[in-house]
């Protein structure tokens, strides 16, 4: 039996996701028993107190977690079913085993509006210029916004925007600088957070694990 320490092993919570022609369902479950490296004893999915049933020659997919490296999938088909005391599959893994990106690091694409804050000298006086941005991207690391100040490299500003309703505050360093053809921003701005709450932080990457799992329900990855 493999000794990797990534694989699964008895006891450890995953998530069985069940296609169907519409979309895909993701049911808590629980690996029960491993017969080899690549076939499982698992708890069957059951929906308010329902059993949803799984059938011999079935596709699903299994997802699991591994702390500070990502969520892991792979496709396994049904072997076996038995349901008369508890509801359980056995399973076998028919791909192989691939991580999605990992949430904090992940740079999902999205388009939201983001203000930001770019401390200016002029002379002997300082300036807070505030600007309306947009963003391309979201990390737990940083975020990527179309602006029209011309940043350097270096550059500190603050970034305000909000996510499922929470407003997000973070200080942020300028890493790259492209300009850009757009019809209302010049250029394309990459900014590493360099001071940001952790629970800022986890909102976001809480953001990101939310919108990867309704790509997984609906077959996008």
Do not use: W
């Not at 963003?135 to 499922?164: A, Q, T, V």
């Amino acid at each position: 039996m493999s000794l990797d320490k990534d694989a699964l092993h008895i006891g450890e919570k995953i998530e069985i996701v069940k296609q169907s022609k519409k979309k895909a369902q993701v049911y808590p479950s629980q690996i029960l028993d491993i017969i080899s490296d690549d076939i499982y004893i698992i708890s069957g999915p059951i929906y308010k107190n329902v059993i949803v049933p799984l059938h011999i020659g079935d596709t699903v997919k299994i997802v699991y977690i591994r702390e500070n490296k990502g969520r892991y999938i792979f496709e396994a088909e049904v072997l076996d079913r038995e349901d008369k005391i508890v509801y359980k599959l056995k399973i076998m893994k028919t791909s192989e085993v691939y991580r999605l990106q990992q949430r904090e690091y992940y740079r999902f694409n999205i388009n939201m509006p983001v203000i930001k804050y770019h401390t200016l000298k002029v002379g002997s006086e300082t300036k807070v210029i505030e600007e309306k941005c947009i963003s391309k991207d979201l990390s737990g690391n940083g975020i990527k916004i179309m602006c029209n100040f011309n940043h350097s490299i270096g550059d500190k500003i603050r970034c305000s925007f909000k996510i499922n309703d929470i407003n997000i505050s973070a200080l942020g360093e300028i890493v790259r600088v492209k300009s850009i053809e757009n019809l209302d921003y010049m250029y394309e701005v990459g900014i590493n957070f360099i001071g940001i709450k952790n629970e800022d932080r986890e909102d976001i990457v809480k953001f990101i694990f939310g919108e990867e799992r309704k790509l997984i329900e609906k077959g996008m990855i």
